[in-house]
């Protein structure tokens, strides 16, 4: 099976699809947004299954600071 992918950092999301996507419009904002919303929820799940792995091996979960939340549409923890 092929598989193509294009990589971004989390952090460059809206400027680097706005160089793929010039010509987006509304539907680069509505993109973008969605990109940004499911990077948020994946860094999430990530951090709970990570508690679920360590709880598993020592019986319980490692004492960690939750991710710092940062404002502004281009800010992704």
Excluded: K
């Amino acid at each position: 099976m092929w598989s193509e992918g294009y990589t971004f950092p989390a952090a460059a999301v809206r400027d680097e699809f706005r160089r793929v996507w010039p010509d987006g419009g509304d539907e680069y904002l509505r993109f973008c947004d969605v990109m940004e919303e499911h990077h948020r929820e994946m860094r999430a799940l990530g951090g709970r299954l990570l508690d679920v792995f360590f709880e598993t091996l020592s019986g319980s979960p490692p004492t960690r600071s939750p991710p710092a939340r940062q404002s502004g549409r281009s800010g992704i923890p």
